[in-house]
């Protein structure tokens, strides 16, 4: 029996890094698992990959988090599909990075309304089909070392990383009369498609010289001397999203090989 058996969930942002990662760890651990993406190809394609052999314990699913209206017919896909939701993993998010002097509303508003609305939403669409289901469930936000401290190349990714944080105690607070927990997880430096992007940003805006740089001036300040993998992550997000974990809500758990230690 693994740790999530027979539980239905949807991951978010899981057409590649950490959301990829997420979804694969649950379906190794007997979970029923929809990964979405607004790459609906790419997410399609993780499915082709990794449904060998797993009896159709997975679905694709493309959605823009930021749509109410594709994330409900996301959630009833998935109920369709595996008969109810368990778990709703709020993973998808952006970054971008820009000098503080000139970020632009348009950089602020697209980053709030993925990062910030797109959990807000998320949250609400999972909380009403538990609701109306009467089972509870477990909702965990996907959040960042960017939610304790504010960095200056990427001020509003942090802002929207430390909505997720307040996201995630109001939504704690709310949904506790349903038996809905609401967990998160803050990863540090990950390894993942969103690095290059960044690293790519960063040059471009002067404040790295070379690829790679940001990552090793971040991996020189983390006590375990190195940068994450994604699979750095799943035991922490499998284990929010099982039933080890169902006397906590409203708190965020850092993974961050001691990056940021509050
Ligand atoms: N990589 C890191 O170092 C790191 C650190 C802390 C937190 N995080 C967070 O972890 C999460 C995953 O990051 P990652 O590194 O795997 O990023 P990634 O860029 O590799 O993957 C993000 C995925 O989200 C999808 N996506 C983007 N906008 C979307 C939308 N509107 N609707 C649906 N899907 C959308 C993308 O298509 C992509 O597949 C993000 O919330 C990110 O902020 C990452």
Excluded at 10 to 17: N, P, R
Aim: glycine share 12%; aromatic share 4%.
């Amino acid at each position: 029996m693994g740790r999530v058996s027979g539980r239905s969930c949807i991951v978010t942002g899981a057409a590649q890094g950490i959301g990829r990662a997420i979804g694969e760890a649950l379906l190794d651990e007997g979970a029923d698992v929809c990964f979405a993406d607004i790459n609906a190809a790419k997410v399609a394609e993780v499915v082709r990959d990794t449904q060998a052999g797993r009896n159709g314990r997975a679905i694709a699913c493309g959605v823009d988090v930021t749509d109410r209206t594709q994330v409900s017919e996301m959630i009833a896909k998935t109920v369709a599909a595996f008969g109810k939701l368990d778990v709703k993993f709020n993973n998808a998010g952006v970054n971008k990075p820009m000098n503080f002097l000139d970020v632009t509303e348009e950089n602020w508003r697209m980053i709030m309304d993925i990062n910030g609305l797109g959990v807000m939403i998320g949250m609400q669409e999972a909380a009403k089909q538990m609701i109306a289901q009467g089972t509870g469930g477990k909702i965990i936000n996907t959040a960042s070392i960017a939610s304790r401290q504010g960095y200056d190349n990427v001020a509003p990714y942090c802002a929207s990383k430390w909505a997720v944080v307040s996201l995630t105690q109001s939504g704690a607070r709310d949904l506790a009369k349903h038996d809905i927990t609401v967990t998160g997880f803050a990863p540090g430096v990950v390894a993942t498609e969103m690095w290059e992007d960044v690293d790519r940003d960063l040059m471009a805006i002067g404040a790295a010289e070379r690829p790679g740089q940001a990552m090793e001036e971040f991996a020189a300040g983390i006590l375990k001397g190195r940068v994450a993998k994604p699979a750095d992550i799943t035991g922490t997000t499998t284990f929010l999203a099982s039933a080890d974990s169902d006397y906590m809500t409203g708190q965020i758990v850092m993974i961050d090989g001691g990056m940021t230690l509050v």
